[in-house]
């Protein structure tokens, strides 16, 4: 494939190139040489967003968004140290290159081709990252990855603290880039709120943020002087504004910034100010929202100009600076060429190799090797969950616990109660009330060196902040072709039946967006002894796998002693800390006809609650003559389909105990299994209301009941 003729932006950086004249006083030796390395990254990226268009025009590319414009925040790159950890807005282009040098070219084309050559998601997006460059992959998701950017930056001081070994230098600071409409997103706002809550603390934070500001939000302008007025004054954050068409002011200005936040380990805010060029990405008709006069004025602002304005105050000619664009032009078409010739991703099972990658032997192993001493104390799920974290932050020194309420006060429910006192503020502490900046803080910790065990207070409040799990931590280890890893807990205190209590808020009984993240492993225990060791086992995963998994807590089963009877205590239990439970594996109960220990008569599939409820109609079933078993999944995700289908045949009737909603609720999974695996017996599901929970006892009208339970029972079987 023949390289292209030079486009409109070309022609026009071309013409500008070949008219240049000596302007100012010539740089030094020093800054000369980085002008002249500065120049080429810049122009490279320019041609590798061209060169991006004439892929796609050929049939050969996808997706495109490019840097053109942007290219001033390679020298925000080259003020910087390269061990720096680095989280960059999609335009971020030049900084990419002045990173991995002219190979990086041949790493974003193949991206763009969606190549497996494509070094860091392996055809799998067109992102920024690489693991030598302490590139950390972001997709597209506007302002998503400056959570993680936080945590990556606390973990950098608290590392330090408590000498655990990270992958970042000691004295590294971590960069996240983001465009000027991502500035107004409440990621960002909540992002930075954080930062400065830390920084007010006297909390280590060493992180740069750099805005890169072209005056545009796809179509939508920001208003002059916004950006500076939003974050030009706040507290504690040290803020500096530089313009791309002055390329020492840029060099200058980072390094002095970089240098306050590596040394006094406190946020700072770069501003810098570009253009776009081009259009927003890939179709977008830029003369459909903007004025020519509007577009002539930033082509005057281009900052390769700037750049080459100065070479030429050193001595270059404008025709030794279009002689030097044009070798890299060639450059960067011959490696387009070529690398449109390369393979793709050609079968499912290599997309997906990734994304979720089980060793449950090794997982296995690490819960078997546990050096907590055993203790035979009967306990509630609360009781046997703070247990199981105590030990768990004995064994692993790099283990966190954090969340809201969750240090002094020990939880609303009393889950984390004494784990401050035992391991200190460094690593069992109290968040914002912000669910965003706790996964934030999950995922940029995970990814640095520590196992983070991140609490959500409650299960509705998830949904204020599930982008961090959907968009960041599920995508880490697919995006970036395992290279990278955030394996992680998430505990969460949900479902329903609090008596008297809660309404929508505090009894959300929707696990759906759980179930929809690819890889997550999603677990609901019941009785306390799988509960402990579900967790150590999610705990291992996190360790051996880099598992991203969320353990939801039943709150109306913490404090429960007795299941059938006031004072029966058979709701307690004795967590062993070496028990292991596998991913996907479910737990059966049995209703004994004469001393057979068998129920041939029913199978009931239920989690969470719906076993509470289960075990108590079982009982009564059995004083009727009906024998049931009762399957406990206890994993919704993967759920455990090969137990699920033994005890399904077993009777060849099922009836599914869902406590969630009936649309979009765990009982469709559940019975589409049983399906795919040609199951033909007799199936029912009961479940809770499609409705909203309300307040007071009007909750049991949504919720499902025992008596709904049996009913079914009765029905199905006629």
């Not at 925000?76 to 960059?88: E, K, N």
């Not at 993967?638 to 406590?659: F, H, N, S």
């Amino acid at each position: 494939m023949a390289a292209p003729d030079r486009g409109p932006l070309e022609t026009s950086l071309v013409n500008a190139l070949g008219a240049l004249t000596a302007i100012g006083p010539a740089p030094g030796a020093d800054t000369l040489a980085t002008l002249q390395e500065l120049f080429d990254v810049q122009v490279a990226s320019r041609h590798c967003d061209l060169a991006a268009r004439w892929l796609r025009g050929q049939g050969k590319g996808y997706y495109t968004i490019g840097s053109s414009g942007h290219e001033s925040n390679a020298a925000v790159a080259m003020a910087l140290h390269p061990t720096d950890p680095a989280l960059l807005h999609y335009r971020s282009g030049g900084f990419y290159l002045a990173r991995a040098g002219f190979e990086g070219v041949r790493d974003i084309l193949a991206g763009v081709v969606a190549s497996t050559e494509e070094p860091i998601s392996g055809g799998r997006h067109k992102v920024f990252g690489r693991h030598d460059l302490a590139i950390i992959p972001q997709t597209s998701t506007i302002a998503s990855h400056l959570p993680r950017a936080l945590g990556v930056a606390f973990a950098i001081g608290r590392a330090d603290r408590l000498g655990i070994e990270s992958p970042w230098p000691a004295d590294a600071l971590a960069i996240t880039s983001f465009g000027d409409a991502s500035a107004n997103h409440n990621v960002t706002t909540g992002t930075v709120n954080a930062a400065l809550h830390c920084a007010h603390q006297r909390l280590p934070l060493p992180l740069l943020f750099v805005c890169e500001d072209n005056g545009l939000g796809i179509s939508v302008r920001t208003p002059d002087g916004w950006i500076e007025s939003a974050y030009g004054s706040r507290p504690h954050l040290r803020y500096a504004q530089v313009d791309g068409t002055d390329p020492e002011g840029v060099l200058a200005v980072t390094a002095e910034l970089g240098e306050r936040v590596r040394t006094q380990r406190r946020p700072a805010f770069l501003h810098v100010r570009t253009v776009r060029f081009g259009g927003h990405a890939g179709t977008d008709v830029e003369s459909s929202y903007r004025t020519p006069a509007e577009m002539r004025a930033d082509l005057e602002r281009d900052p390769i100009v700037a750049t080459a304005r100065r070479l030429v105050a050193a001595g270059h000619t404008p025709a030794s600076l279009v002689e030097r664009h044009d070798a890299l032009r060639s450059h960067v078409y011959d490696v387009a060429a070529t690398v449109a010739e390369w393979p793709q991703l050609s079968t499912a099972a290599a997309v997906v190799a990734p994304l979720a990658p089980r060793a449950p032997a090794a997982v296995a192993g690490v819960v078997r090797s546990a050096t907590s001493p055993a203790d035979d104390t009967p306990l509630t799920l609360a009781q046997a969950l703070n247990s199981t974290l105590s030990s768990l932050l004995s064994e692993h020194p790099n283990l966190l616990v954090f969340g809201e309420d969750v240090a002094a006060k020990g939880g609303v429910y009393g889950v984390t109660k004494g784990l401050l006192t035992q391991a200190g503020a460094a690593r069992v502490f109290d968040t914002l009330l912000d669910e965003t900046s706790i996964l934030g803080l999950a995922n940029g910790t995970a990814i640095s060196g520590f196992l983070p065990i991140a609490e959500i207070e409650y299960l509705a409040y998830l949904h204020n902040a599930e982008d961090q799990l959907r968009g960041e931590a599920a995508t880490l280890q697919f995006f970036s072709n395992g290279q990278y890893r955030n394996g992680m807990v998430v505990r969460i205190a949900g479902l329903g039946y609090q008596e008297g209590f809660g309404g929508h808020f505090h009894n959300d009984d929707s696990l759906t967006v759980l179930r929809d993240l690819p890889g997550v492993v999603v677990g609901v225990p019941s009785r306390p002894e799988d509960a402990a060791a579900m967790l150590r086992t999610m705990v291992a995963a996190a360790q051996v796998d880099g598992t991203v998994s969320v353990l939801v807590e039943p709150i109306a089963r913490y404090h429960t002693s007795d299941l059938l009877e006031p004072g029966d205590r058979r709701w307690l239990g004795t967590p062993d800390t070496s028990r292991h439970v596998p991913i996907g594996t479910a737990r059966t109960y049995r209703s004994a006809r004469d001393g057979d220990g068998d129920g041939d008569d029913l199978t009931i599939v239920t989690f969470g609650n719906g076993l509470f409820m289960s075990l108590r109609v079982q009982h009564r079933l059995a004083a009727r003559g009906v024998h049931a078993r009762v399957v406990d999944l206890r994993w919704i995700s993967p759920l455990p389909v090969d137990d699920l289908v033994r005890e399904a045949l077993a009777t060849g009737t099922v009836l599914v105990v869902d406590e969630t909603r009936r649309s979009g609720g765990v009982s469709e999974g559940i019975l589409a299994a049983l399906i795919d695996a040609g199951f033909t017996g007799r199936m029912a599901r009961v479940t809770s209301k499609d409705s909203f929970i309300p307040l007071g006892d009007a909750a049991k009208l949504m919720l499902l009941s025992e008596a709904e339970i049996e009913a079914a029972v009765d029905t199905l079987l006629g």
